[in-house]
């Protein structure tokens, strides 16, 4: 692989930038040979400017310097043969109802059948004697046939080369849209336009700075890229399929970049304009907290309560993250942050994502706070005291996050604390953000964000970790087991039951699903799991129950009159109830593995060992690899890893994708390399702290 060439063009004014900007940001219809139906077409697939078609990512890439011949094509593996059309021909059956379009190619060393089922327009596109390209697998070997193949006909022409003898894209593509009229329109648009793709001011940048700060090989160095406009190019018509990579990650960099520019300049803005509410504490309330709690904090609780304190004593309001394992210890934190801003004066709120959850919070706060003489209000759906104002004076206002979206004001807010982050989703928390008088904010989450995935959506909040456990916990142990071992199970359970401990049972859905019928549902599941567990008292938990229901069982639960908990993944969060000592989760492979680590975190919460049972059939041998993890760590970041690698970020964040950045080239799990490299080249354009103009002098004005 020859190395990429370092090129990077520089520019030569602001105003010929925004020249040659908007020149690509034209629409595609201005473009020759694109009228209004075809944009229409275009605008389908997302493409409504020249830019937008330059960046239309090629779905795969045909090498069509050299071929297999139609002899050698081998069952089952996806190739491109070529060849002449010698039959072509339509049958109809069932009335005409139903047909086949069959082709027959032959390239002089064999023949090969082409079908296509119930398309019987398809006849219209070939022609007997027509050359043509098909890219399938061969589904029968006598005679030699494709289904479905993806067909592409060899015209002559001046155009020919741009799809002959030369490695290929081929695009995604919408009805109506011919792959090769596309792949010449792309053609023709970068010969046209490649010229105009101008670097952008991150790149310029770095090439003035020749040595990087971070001192990270030169891989990640801008001069190893290819210039953007190079990079445009070769993602679609690449000499080699390595320069594809190469091009991909350079795309991949300046997406990171802008992302991380917007990111800093939202953060620069931020601190400029707002300013810090004194809410750095005089330890009054603290210290009689701390005396009272009947455990010391680790020393990572600790250390994150001073980075806490500096922030709630700053000029600007706090924008934390804290990060901490489940059973880590994230709520005496949240309670000491509270403290510091009532000392201060201030009110605090606390948002939960569940009422389960806001009602434990409740609890615990209450017991610890009310001695202190801080009162502390709970505010949810089917709790709420009122829906006149809050009385003056009240110290901590707990609730779920409808709390802030119903437009509750609090008086003298000085900070919001959001449990369970992931829960929340980025839009959400920006609302938040932006809405009162800037109160300090911290964002705690027990969901292990791989890095990639924190610089890109957490980017503009400082992260703080606990990253070590409360002593004395017991370990849990996991096992993944068939549904045949489900007997020995049950009788497993029943004798930790017998011995006073608790268990959860967990099912993925709350109703029947009739299209799966392998989806155990929790309400019917109900029934066996009281037999199995006869004679112990077994509670029901889920989604659907009212709010009082919800907390009648889990009074019960706590209480340990319910020995047992059937629920839906509604647990997972956050739920304190260390007499717990075993988890069953069945249908294990439906669940992400970050939210089979979450429902883990539910038990090993005293000094007791715990046991985690992960019941699944997955005949798949990926989906058994997948749970083998969660047997061989505990470790809340590796599994995030193997989740993102495995599932991709889409399943990590669950319901929270709504607000993550889409990319066309970058990729969360694999780039990491060059997030952190984008992050850096973003401070060099936005500075450091400095007003962004200072940084860099183009962008003055
Ligand atoms: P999470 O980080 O998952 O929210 P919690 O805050 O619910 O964890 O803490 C889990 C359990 O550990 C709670 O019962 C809590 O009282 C206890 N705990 C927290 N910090 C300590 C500590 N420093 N020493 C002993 N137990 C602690
Ligand atoms: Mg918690």
């Known amino acids: 692989m020859a190395p990429?060439?370092?090129?990077?063009?520089?520019?030569?004014?602001?105003?010929?930038?925004?020249?040659?900007?908007?020149?690509?940001?034209?629409?595609?219809?201005?473009?020759?040979?694109?009228?209004?139906?075809?944009?229409?077409?275009?605008?389908?697939?997302?493409?409504?400017?020249?830019?937008?078609?330059?960046?239309?990512?090629?779905?795969?890439?045909e090498d069509r310097r050299h071929f297999k011949k139609i002899s050698e094509l081998a069952k089952g593996e996806p190739a491109t043969a070529r060849g002449h059309i010698v039959a072509q021909g339509l049958k109809r059956f069932r009335g005409g109802s139903k047909s086949v379009f069959e082709l027959v190619l032959d390239d002089g060393s064999a023949r090969l059948h082409c079908r296509w089922w119930n398309?019987?327009?398809?006849?219209?596109?070939?022609?007997?004697?027509?050359?043509?390209?098909?890219?399938?697998?061969?589904?029968?070997?006598?005679?030699?046939?494709?289904?479905?193949?993806?067909?592409?006909?060899?015209?002559?022409?001046?155009?020919?080369?741009?799809?002959?003898?030369?490695?290929?894209?081929?695009?995604?593509?919408?009805?109506?849209?011919?792959?090769?009229?596309?792949?010449?329109?792309v053609w023709r648009t970068l010969e046209k336009f490649e010229a105009q793709i101008l670097e952008p001011e991150w790149a310029v940048e770095a090439c003035r700075s020749p040595v990087t700060k971070s001192g990270s090989p030169g891989e990640t160095h801008p001069a190893t890229f290819p210039s953007r406009a190079n990079a445009v190019h070769r993602i679609h018509f690449p000499e080699e399929i390595a320069d594809v990579e190469i091009a991909r990650r350079r795309l991949a960099l300046d997406e990171f970049v802008e992302l991380q520019r917007q990111i800093q300049s939202r953060?620069?803005?931020?601190?400029?304009?707002?300013?810090?509410?004194?809410?750095?504490?005089?330890?009054?309330?603290m210290k009689p907290f701390l005396a009272r709690l009947g455990f010391n904090l680790t020393g990572a609780q600790a250390k994150v309560l001073r980075e806490i304190r500096a922030d709630l004593g700053g000029a600007h309001p706090m924008r934390r993250l804290l990060q901490g394992d489940v059973g880590s210890g994230k709520t005496v934190v949240a309670a000491c942050t509270a403290l510091m801003a009532l000392e201060g004066g201030f009110n605090a709120a606390l948002m939960a994502p569940t009422e389960i959850l806001a009602a434990q919070h409740f609890r615990n706060f209450s017991r610890w706070f009310e001695p202190l003489g801080v009162k502390v209000e709970l505010q949810s759906g089917n709790t709420k005291t009122s829906g006149s104002a809050p009385p003056p004076h009240a110290g901590l206002f707990i609730g779920t996050h409808a709390l802030i979206e119903s437009g509750f004001d609090i008086p003298r807010l000085g900070l919001v604390i959001i449990d369970e982050q992931h829960k929340f989703g980025v839009a959400q928390r920006e609302r938040l953000v932006r809405k009162g008088n800037y109160p300090h904010l911290l964002v705690m989450t027990a969901t292990p964000i791989p890095r990639t995935l924190g610089l890109t959506l957490y980017g503009d909040l400082d992260v703080s970790l606990i990253d070590e456990s409360p002593p004395d916990r017991g370990r849990v142990k996991t096992f993944v087991r068939a549904t045949d071992k489900l007997p020995l199970v049950w009788k497993f359970i029943r004798e930790q039951l017998a011995a006073g401990r608790q268990a959860f049972v967990v099912y993925p859905r709350v109703e029947d699903q009739d299209t799966a019928n392998d989806v155990k549902a929790v309400t019917r599941e109900l029934e066996n799991v009281r037999r199995a567990l006869a004679p112990f008292h077994v509670g029901l938990l889920h989604g659907r129950m009212k709010g009082a229901e919800k907390e009648a069982v889990m009074a019960g639960f706590r209480a340990n009159q319910v020995r047992a908990l059937v629920a839906t993944a509604l647990v997972e969060v956050g739920v304190d109830v260390p007499n717990a000592t075993v988890l069953l989760v069945e249908n294990a492979e439906r669940f992400g593995l970050v939210q089979l680590h979450q429902l883990r975190g539910r038990i090993g919460r005293a000094a007791r060992e715990s046991f985690c049972i992960l019941i699944s059939d997955a005949k798949n041998e990926e989906a058994r690899r997948r749970l083998k993890i969660l047997e061989e760590t505990t470790d809340g970041f590796k599994i995030a890893e193997a989740d993102l690698k495995l599932r991709g970020p889409g399943e990590l964040l669950g319901r929270l994708q709504s607000g993550a950045p889409k990319f066309r080239f970058g990729n969360l799990a694999e780039d990491l390399d060059l997030i952190r490299r984008a992050r850096e080249l973003a401070t060099q354009v936005v500075g450091d702290g400095a007003p962004s103009s200072a940084a860099h002098p183009a962008l003055k004005k």
Not at 143 to 157: F, I, K, Q, S
């Open 119 to 185: 398309l019987p327009f398809m006849e219209r596109y070939f022609a007997v004697g027509d050359e043509v390209f098909v890219f399938g697998r061969l589904v029968e070997t006598r005679p030699r046939t494709m289904d479905h193949p993806e067909t592409e006909v060899l015209e002559g022409g001046e155009e020919s080369f741009i799809h002959l003898a030369r490695i290929a894209p081929v695009y995604p593509l919408t009805e109506g849209l011919p792959q090769r009229w596309l792949r010449g329109l």
């Open 4 to 61: 990429p060439e370092p090129r990077i063009t520089p520019f030569s004014s602001p105003v010929r930038r925004d020249e040659t900007a908007s020149r690509l940001r034209q629409p595609v219809a201005s473009l020759w040979g694109v009228g209004a139906e075809r944009a229409a077409r275009l605008a389908r697939l997302g493409i409504f400017t020249v830019e937008d078609l330059l960046l239309h990512r090629p779905r795969r890439y």
């Open 267 to 285: 953060r620069r803005r931020f601190q400029a304009s707002a300013r810090g509410l004194p809410c750095g504490g005089d330890n009054r309330l």
